[in-house]
Each structure stands twice: as structure tokens, then as C-alpha cells.
């Protein structure tokens, strides 16, 4: 459930602690980068009904940036990783 | 069949048996001038309008479910045109100039009842924000009142005028707003295009867009194919999923809002009531149930229901704002999914595809809207130009710099 989300740094915490700021999928532009492609990261979304990565802001908690892997049919919670962590791997 | 008082005394005489089906249920034929996919409200009245005032008749529907089955069957059907911004404001009014005459024009009771909506404010900030939103309403010509404390006491008196954080100073009423029955909105117009040759095609879901050299020839459905002339979407909470069939990509995400509604109590609430503090709004229904929704789950979701800690939020807020409302039962709740544009207004236009056309991002609000987005996506389609009073709302405004934030919450659909 997505009333639920494990912080990788707090354990099992409700939703209402989180700020919820969206697809966490794409990373974001240069500055110098063209328009379109800061149109697309400001406005434009997959939305995706199934798999989707999502920043979760821990602020009632360890005020941390989360990245969760959630689907957005059945609210099923496959992971969450602090942000950082996230941003360090590899192929994104 | 014309409803009248006559047809109602004579079918009632004749034990009932004789009412018509109030549309047909056609098979698909191969190819229509313009298919619209999604039998919800927008959908239907779309389909109307273009028939009715812009006398294209060879137009079908195409519904995955039933109709109703989607969010014209699932609102807390508010009725208002009490916006702030000049691209709102006239739409918004437009539409409530609809509602006044539809039941007229539909032949069809869609119980509008026009029971005030009232807004309330909690802080002199809070009151000249309203003051600014009346303002805004009266230079586009729509009455606006602001009601003080002492005032609001008599006329809603079971409010906690005196809440420690969140005490009521007084409100912005909009007299002509209030409620109308949504799944009479969705038969209404059902009805109204049916008998202007609308084939309207229930459990038929759009599951591909089929295009040549550009352009689009028509829907792969559990139908089979069908061809067009042009296609429209209105398909509200799936309109990314609907789009992605035909590459679009969009600037929404898909959110799902609940509502709630009680066991029958007698008469108790007049108006549709608005509770500033947070974001409940309460109204009953005319069997009695009191409605009520408040804010959107907060995370974005596919799924027709919420999560309970968003319920008991809910709740709260209401109790909060009607103490005796905790004696209450509440008897049903459910969800709707709807899509949430990145600035919490609507997109009415045509896409990159030449004669594909676009209806979505209606948020929660799109109930208000069903008429004047049934004509404007009409006038658009049969004339490739867009309403005047939807010019603001089209789909280039984010890359042109022009959204239209009413909320003023910037480009994050959960904070609309
Ligand atoms: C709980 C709740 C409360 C609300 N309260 C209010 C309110 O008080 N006032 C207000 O103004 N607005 C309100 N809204 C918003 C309003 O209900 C919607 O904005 C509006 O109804 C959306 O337009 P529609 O009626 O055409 O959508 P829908 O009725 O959802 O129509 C879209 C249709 O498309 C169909 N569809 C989708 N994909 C396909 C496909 N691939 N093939 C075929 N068909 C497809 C769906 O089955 C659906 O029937 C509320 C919404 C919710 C969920
Ligand atoms: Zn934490």
C-alpha cells in the first residue's frame, strides 16, 4: 500500500509525512540546454499506469529525498532508495 | 420520445410499460466522420453539440464501460463559475449559461439546482484573497457576494464559527452556483445526441490509434476497426494512457480523488458549502445523503479507490467544520482517477497530428465544465478553430510561458 512507505533511514512510515514531488525517472537538463528539453522535464510526464519511480521528500521524518519505485494500479512498493544513492548508480 | 407532463400521465396510465429505451445500442458501422473516445460527460456533450450546432451527424462514441461508468458518475457534482483568472473566468461562466438552459434544450431533468455555493475564509488574508476573486468575477459580468460573520450565522448557523486555528469570518457566496445530478448530465446528453444520429457504443475499448502517411484513419477497439475522419479524445483519467497510442506525450499525471456519502438526514444543509481551512466541500443531495470530497490522495494512482488515512483526513476536516457532522454515518465512499495538468487547468486542442483532436487535464473540477467543453471541443473539431472562451486553454501554453495557474502552485498536479 502506498499508505505505507518504508525510509530507508526511518522504517515504516505513513504517507502523510511525505511531501510527494513526482516522476523521478529523468534527470534534469543542462542550464544551457534547449527549451524543449526543459519543457519536457518541467511539464511533460509518461504517467505510466503500472511501474513508475517517484521523489518522495521525507519532511516529517529524516527530511531526506527518497526515490520510490511504486505501481500506480495496485500501490504496490517494489523499493526505496535515498536519493543520492539513486543518482550514484550507473545506467539511470 | 419527448418527455412532458402528457407522456408521464399517459405512460403512467399504461402501467409504465411503454418507455422507450433512452438510446439505441448500435453496432459500429465501418467508418464515421469523427470518433470520440470516452462516454463520459465531455464525451456525450461533445458529441451533441457537434451534431446539434455544428451538423455533423455521422459521429459515434466509443465507451470501454457503461455510461456513467467514469468521473461524470463519480463527482460531488458542484456546479460554479466563481474563478479568479480572465482564461477561467468567461469559460467557466459560459458553461453555467449552459446549465441554466439545459434542461430546456436536453428535454431531460438533470435536477440543476441552483443552491449557492459558498467559500468560506478563516484569516483577513484569506478575506482579500476573496474579495480579489469576487472582484474578478464581477468584471466578467458574474455576481459575487461577500457575506460577513454575522451574517453567515444566520444563514448557516451549525458551522464552528469559533475553531481555535481555523474560526469563520465569513464567506464568498456565488448565488447561482450549485448542484446538478451527474448520471441525469450523462443520460441527458446520451439522449440528446442518440436522437441526432450520435451512434453511441458502449463496451467498446479503444485499445490503438491507426495512422497513415501522418494522419489518423481510425481506432483498433475489442470492436474490431473502425475508420474516421477525425478522432477526439475526452477519455479523462486515462488520457495520457489514450494519447500514448498515438505517441502524444502530456503534461499530466493520473490522480485519484474520493468522495463520501452518508445515510439520508433531513434537509439540513441548503448551499454547497466550501471549507477555506483545508479543502472539504459538503453539499445534499436531494434524497438526503450528505456529499462531501476534499483533496486528492497526494500521490499519483491508476486505481478507482483512495487509501483510508486520506479518508480520515477527510473526515477530520469536516468535523472541524460541522462538529455535529461526527454523528453521522457514512455509508459509501469511492474513487475517481482523473488527470491532473501540471497547472491545474483543463486542454482543449488539437495536437501535432493534424486531425487529431484533444480534451483533458479537467483535474476535479471538470463536472462544472461538461457543457462548455462539449461546445468548445465541438467548435473546434467541426471548424478546426478554437472557442473564443477556450483560447487560453490550449495545450502550447506551458512551452509559450502561459499557464493558467489558478492555484498558483506551479508545475506539480498534486498541489492543484
Ligand atoms: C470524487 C470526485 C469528485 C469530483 N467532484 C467534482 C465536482 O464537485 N465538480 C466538478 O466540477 N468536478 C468534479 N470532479 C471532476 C469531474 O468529475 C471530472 O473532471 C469530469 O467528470 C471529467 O470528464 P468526463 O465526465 O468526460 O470523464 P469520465 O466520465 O471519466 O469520461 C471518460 C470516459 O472515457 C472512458 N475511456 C477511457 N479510456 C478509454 C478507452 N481506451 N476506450 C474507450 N473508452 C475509454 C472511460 O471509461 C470514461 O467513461 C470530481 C471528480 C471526482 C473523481
Ligand atoms: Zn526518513
New binding site residues.
Partial sequence: MASLITCPHCGVRPKEEFAIRGDASRGRPEPMDSDEAWHDYVYVRTNPRGRTLEHWHHIAGCRRFLVVERDTATHEVYSVVDAAEFARRPAR | MRYSAFSLVRNALSGNLNWKPQWRQPQPKPHYDVII????????STAYYLAKEFGVKNVAV????Y??????????????SNYMLPGNEPFYEFSMKLWEGLEQDLNYNVMLSQRGVIMLYHSDAQRDAYVRRGNAMWMEGVAAELIEREQLKKMIPFLNYDHARYPILGGLLQRRAG?AR?DAV?WGYARGADRHGVDIIEH????GIRRENGVVTGVE?TKGFIGCGKLAL?????SS??GE?ADLKLPLESH????FVTEGLKPCIDHVIVYGGGHF?ISQSDKGGLVF?AEIDGYSSYAQRGNLATAEHVMEEGVTMIPGLSRVRVLRA?????DMSMDGSPIIDRTSIDNLYL?CG?????????PA?GYCFAHLIAKNDTHPVARALRLDRFARGYAVDEAGAGPQPNLH
Fill in positions: 473516445i470516452g462516454g463520459g460527460g465531455h464525451g456525450l466509443l465507451e470501454k464501460g455510461l456513467g461508468s467514469g468521473n461524470v458518475g463519480r463527482n460531488t457534482t458542484i456546479v460554479r448542484t451527474h450523462a467498446c475499448e479503444v485499445t477497439t475526452a477519455a479523462a483519467g486515462n494512457r489514450v497510442m485519484v480523488l474520493q468522495a466541500y470530497g469511492w474513487g475517481g482517477v482523473m480534451n479537467w483535474c476535479y473540477g471538470g463536472f462544472k465544465a461538461t467543453s
